[in-house]
């Protein structure tokens, strides 16, 4: 039984040990009644002291998903099991719903961060702090720009990706999704036509057939949109607008070159098309880069930025930066769509920004991100995967087998609990291809580790 502990992390080793057991039960790895592993093995394989291991147990017991017998070890209890039932099944954008899944299943094709990554401590403590000392934080509606503590702590982290704007120019969101459906809701109505990347963000596609506009896709490549197609593509549809990521896109891990950047904005304002810039994954970058919006934001660049990937995504927190005429239209349909955003969320938020501990958060996610990604570059080669690639931050890695169809990786997977994205999900025309987005947090998991080696020996 070999659990994940991570040391540096914030969350409690006797808490990550009970997340990890609880993780390896609900894959069905052992039947009900049927005794765990004695505590002195989990102990020894995992490298942890038995007092931590039996402490983890009590909890599991406590919360009725182990028993124990008169001093013979812990067992699988017969109502954890049986209480696992459909709500529990696995979801992330670009899963297969079709497929078949098992509460358990380790999400590799998914696009956030492990529950067991995510920090309460620091988290816990601005919720309390908001709760004390800010009423209207806990009971008011937020602003329709959203919380001015907040927006000025953004407006610091723009200033370090050299985007210079004023206050004014930031509106704040329910995340990144909620300000890429105020600006397709806003700007754009049925029978529009914009571009987007493919492969791209499966939501993103789902948002716009929801509009009523219609998609033309540009070839990503590992430094960016393939700018000559779009160019070709520019002249050919006259396109009012392109959504682009601009790091660690989704779902290749990719980032804008800055040749490719200078050349998108050149083309856009040739040919007055509006340019979305999809930045989720800012916070998850710390190295030197250019960014569509640090050549000038004005009405024809709009930038989307979110908290969500990073922090919580149950607290969901973005924004949108825009000229100052979109981003009123923006803030018109907001309140009348939402009456705004959760001032409750941005003043948690606001409280983590100000006080440095978000910072101190992202860049420990941003080193465990490294050291997993090396890993999993050289599992990935090791079972003779093609790397769209290799991408130098963020979440994904776009890969495929050599030596296996797309038919033999998802068997191989099922096999092992892994649940991957669909063949589908990231075209914009639903066109099936054998690539699988990689969560790097997830794939030094065991099941994936042995499902990478089972693909290896398929031919």
Same mark, same amino acid.
């Given at each position: 039984?070999?659990?994940?502990?991570?040391?540096?992390?914030?969350?409690?080793?006797?808490?990550?040990?009970?997340?990890?057991?609880?993780?390896?039960?609900?894959?069905?790895?052992?039947?009900?009644?049927?005794?765990?592993?004695?505590?002195?093995?989990?102990?020894?394989?995992?490298?942890?002291?038995?007092?931590?291991?039996?402490?983890?147990?009590?909890?599991?017991?406590?919360?009725?998903?182990?028993?124990?017998?008169?001093? +013979? #070890?812990?067992? @699988?209890? *017969?109502?954890?099991?049986?209480?696992?039932?459909?709500? !529990? =099944?696995?979801?992330?954008? %670009? $899963?297969?719903?079709?497929?078949?899944?098992?509460?358990?299943?380790?999400?590799?094709?998914?696009?956030?961060?492990?529950?067991?990554?995510?920090?309460?401590?620091?988290?816990?403590?601005?919720?309390?702090?908001?709760?004390?000392?800010?009423?209207?934080?806990?009971?008011?509606?937020?602003?329709?720009?959203?919380?001015?503590?907040?927006?000025?702590?953004?407006?610091?982290?723009?200033?370090?990706?050299?985007?210079?704007?004023?206050?004014?120019?930031?509106?704040?969101?329910?995340?990144?999704?909620?300000?890429?459906?105020?600006?397709?809701?806003?700007?754009?109505? +049925? #029978?529009?036509? @914009?571009? *987007?990347?493919?492969?791209?963000?499966?939501?993103?596609? !789902? =948002?716009?057939?929801?509009? %009523? $506009?219609?998609?033309?896709?540009?070839?990503?490549?590992?430094?960016?949109?393939?700018?000559?197609?779009?160019?070709?593509?520019?002249?050919?549809?006259?396109?009012?607008?392109?959504?682009?990521?601009?790091?660690?896109?989704?779902?290749?891990?990719?980032?804008?070159?800055?040749?490719?950047?200078?050349?998108?904005?050149?083309?856009?304002?040739?040919?007055?098309?509006?340019?979305?810039?999809?930045?989720?994954?800012?916070?998850?970058?710390?190295?030197?880069?250019?960014?569509?919006?640090?050549?000038?934001?004005?009405?024809?660049?709009?930038?989307?930025?979110?908290?969500?990937?990073?922090?919580?995504?149950?607290?969901?927190?973005?924004?949108?930066?825009?000229?100052?005429?979109?981003?009123?239209?923006?803030?018109?349909?907001?309140?009348?769509?939402?009456?705004?955003?959760?001032?409750?969320?941005?003043?948690?938020?606001?409280?983590?920004?100000?006080?440095?501990?978000?910072?101190?958060?992202?860049?420990?996610?941003?080193?465990?991100?490294?050291?997993?990604?090396?890993?999993?570059?050289?599992?990935?080669?090791?079972?003779?995967?093609?790397?769209?690639?290799?991408?130098?931050?963020?979440?994904?890695?776009?890969?495929?087998?050599?030596?296996?169809?797309?038919?033999?990786?998802?068997?191989?997977?099922?096999?092992?609990?892994?649940?991957?994205?669909?063949?589908?999900?990231?075209?914009?025309?639903?066109?099936?291809?054998?690539?699988?987005?990689?969560?790097?947090?997830?794939?030094?998991?065991?099941?994936?580790?042995?499902?990478?080696?089972?693909?290896?020996?398929?031919?």
């Amino acid at each position: 039984m070999e659990l994940r502990i991570d040391r540096e992390a914030l969350v409690p080793v006797v808490q990550q040990i009970v997340d990890a057991l609880a993780e390896w039960l609900h894959r069905g790895e052992m039947s009900a009644g049927a005794r765990l592993p004695s505590v002195r093995q989990i102990a020894r394989i995992n490298l942890l002291s038995q007092s931590s291991v039996v402490e983890a147990c009590e909890r599991l017991v406590a919360q009725g998903v182990l028993a124990t017998r008169n001093g +013979t #070890g812990f067992f @699988v209890a *017969v109502t954890a099991l049986a209480a696992q039932g459909p709500q !529990d =099944l696995p979801w992330f954008e %670009g $899963v297969e719903e079709k497929q078949s899944s098992h509460v358990g299943e380790l999400k590799l094709g998914c696009g956030g961060l492990p529950e067991s990554w995510r920090e309460t401590d620091d988290l816990s403590y601005a919720i309390r702090q908001v709760s004390r000392t800010d009423m209207a934080g806990l009971f008011n509606y937020s602003t329709p720009l959203g919380l001015p503590a907040l927006r000025q702590q953004i407006l610091k982290r723009l200033k370090q990706l050299n985007i210079t704007v004023d206050e004014s120019r930031i509106l704040t969101t329910a995340g990144a999704s909620h300000g890429l459906d105020l600006i397709v809701r806003t700007l754009f109505k +049925t #029978g529009d036509c @914009v571009v *987007v990347e493919s492969p791209g963000y499966s939501m993103l596609f !789902d =948002l716009l057939r929801l509009h %009523g $506009v219609s998609m033309i896709e540009v070839p990503r490549t590992p430094h960016g949109p393939d700018t000559h197609a779009l160019e070709a593509l520019l002249l050919k549809h006259k396109p009012r607008g392109l959504f682009i990521n601009s790091f660690y896109h989704n779902p290749t891990g990719s980032s804008l070159a800055p040749a490719v950047a200078q050349h998108v904005l050149q083309l856009a304002k040739k040919n007055g098309v509006l340019v979305i810039e999809d930045d989720v994954y800012a916070d998850l970058h710390c190295g030197s880069g250019t960014r569509l919006a640090a050549l000038g934001i004005d009405d024809n660049v709009i930038y989307v930025g979110s908290y969500s990937k990073t922090l919580s995504s149950s607290l969901r927190v973005g924004f949108v930066v825009a000229g100052a005429d979109v981003i009123s239209r923006l803030a018109r349909v907001k309140m009348i769509s939402s009456m705004g955003a959760s001032r409750f969320s941005e003043s948690v938020l606001a409280c983590l920004l100000a006080s440095g501990a978000y910072r101190k958060l992202v860049q420990r996610q941003r080193q465990r991100l490294s050291t997993d990604r090396e890993a999993a570059l050289q599992i990935l080669e090791d079972a003779e995967w093609e790397v769209f690639g290799k991408p130098v931050g963020g979440l994904f890695i776009w890969a495929r087998s050599r030596n296996a169809d797309y038919a033999q990786v998802r068997t191989q997977a099922r096999r092992f609990g892994v649940l991957l994205s669909c063949a589908t999900a990231f075209s914009p025309t639903g066109q099936a291809h054998d690539w699988q987005r990689i969560n790097v947090a997830y794939a030094c998991d065991p099941r994936a580790r042995a499902f990478f080696q089972a693909t290896a020996k398929a031919c």
